[in-house]
Structure formats: structure tokens, C-alpha cells
């Protein structure tokens, strides 16, 4: 019983690594995501560390160059957006940072 324990912690680590399509490594002064930009509920980019707000292709590509870290790329209908990468604490999963309006990205 103890082994399958075991396997289905491996799984619920696996399994969110499986949902993303690049796992960009980051560069040592790689920014993080801080807040989510939303408009109508749905997210239109991300807050850096160091203030600058991205959009969403903007922040897909900026993970992409090693400048964003803790985060992959996933694919949903063909669009490209980041996700955290699991690492078992919740705080800092993107889902749970606050969000941001910016009528920029709108």
C-alpha cells in the first residue's frame, strides 16, 4: 500500500510538468511575476518584480529568453501562456498573486 502512496505523489508532481509545452530555464536575474493583468476576468499580462507589465505574448516571450522565472509555457486552443511551475507551495502559484487592471493591454 505504501508504494502506492508513493506513485501517486510522483503522479501529482508529474502530471502539472506534463501540461507545459517549455520549460524555459532562466537567466540568474530573471524577473518574477508579482500580479496578474486582468480585464474582464480574463488574464491580459503579467506584473514583473521589477514593475514592468507585459502582455501576454510579451511575458510568453520574455520566459521564453530565460527573463521571467518559476514559470512554463502551456498551449490552450492554439494560445500560448505562462503557468508556474509546481514546486508544492501554493502561495506562489500565478492563480493565487493578486490582480491588476492596465487599460494598456486591453
Known sequence: MENMNTNQSDLSSVLPMMALSDIPESKPDAKEIVALV???????????????VLNKEEGVEAARQGDIKGVGIATRKGNEYLKSLPDG???NNLSNLPSITDEKLS
Open 89 to 91: 507551495r501554493e502561495e
Open 38 to 52: 486582468k480585464d474582464s476576468g480574463k488574464v491580459t499580462g503579467y506584473q514583473l518584480s521589477d514593475g514592468k
